[in-house]
């Protein structure tokens, strides 16, 4: 059964991107601190990295994320996570020069976009990235998991994965790995039936 | 060596506390769930509690909270922790009815009530309790660990135990307890020097 995962690396007090956040500076001051456990700093796939999220990298089979995430880089150049469909979530339609990328489509809402994704991913697992897309996939609940790679760092500014929900979201723990460089938290989203 | 411990239960957003936090209804909206892993609905300690946190209440040597904290549980009754000194971090005086806690020490700023909890705690810890207090010890170098029960739960609202702060803080992960209850995060502070 494929599941949608929001899959995101935050700082222990809940950031995603450092302050002056901006397209000549994507990520923020200090972002590349965010993925250290993961990429080296020529970015390559640090050998360290836990044998699941390779295995899990190799399942994934569409992503979805936020324009504003997506178009700081340029929307992964049209190839992310091997050549899987991208969906980016937006009310506005797309820069024309998107069009060079086929596998990047644009969709108005979360739930089009989900369904679109899942449709598309052949029975393998959706990624999510970014934080407006995160709250808005809790908010209409077709989020089913949460990944997330707690850095132990506190950035004490920047942009938060969570900010207000509208009501509160139970979650249970489906696997911790504990490593140096960050703590990997795997939760299963409660559904409010 | 007696360390300063700021040691809180959080949820996976960062908060707290939860909405609507006032005298009438301390801690806010929710406030048990954050502290479900570790009391009974009649606030007796749970059996499955890690025996590493029977222990560390045990070599507790002293308390500091935030007056906010203090007061909205009229300061323990005057006993938190069985018996220690507590020290509340506030610029104004206390309140006449403090007069009768004995072991509850009003003091103006956090690097006095360090050192003071230090030396009244003779060897063991000292535990912190309380958002301000945390960003206080955090800004002025005087926390040494961070103990973070991280609740499966999204809050939604409330207080936040790490706003802005103006410097990054490095952290190392001393020590992960994964139970389905709460994954119990131990951090040492990277003191700049």
């Known amino acids: 059964m494929a599941s949608t995962v929001l899959y ?3 700082s222990l007090d809940g950031y995603i991107a450092g302050p002056n956040d901006n397209p000549g500076n994507p990520g ?3 972002f590349d601190r965010l993925h250290d456990w993961m990429w080296t700093e020529d970015w390559k796939i640090r050998p360290g990295v836990p044998t699941e999220f390779r295995q899990e990298w190799d399942r994934t089979g569409a992503l979805i994320a936020g324009r504003r995430t997506a178009e700081q880089v340029n929307h992964w150049n049209g190839d992310n996570h091997n050549g899987v ?3 980016i979530v937006s009310h506005r ?3 024309p020069a998107v069009a060079e990328f086929p596998l ?3 969709v108005t809402d979360i739930e089009s976009a989900v369904a679109q994704a899942l449709a598309a991913a ?3 697992d959706v990624l999510m990235h970014g934080a407006s897309v995160a709250q808005r996939a809790l908010e209409s609940g077709v989020l089913d998991e949460l990944q997330v790679h ?6 004490g500014g920047g942009l938060r994965l969570f900010d207000v929900l509208p009501d509160r979201v139970e979650l249970d723990v489906m696997r911790v790995i504990d490593t140096p460089e960050a703590t990997h938290l795997r939760y299963r989203v409660r559904q409010n039936s």
């Open 93 to 95: 339609p797309p820069d």
């Open 85 to 87: 469909p991208i969906f």
């Open 28 to 30: 923020g001051d200090g």
């Open 8 to 10: 995101m690396s935050m």
């Open 150 to 155: 707690l850095v132990p760092v506190l950035f």
């Open 104 to 106: 990047v489509h644009y």
């Open 122 to 124: 052949r029975g393998e």
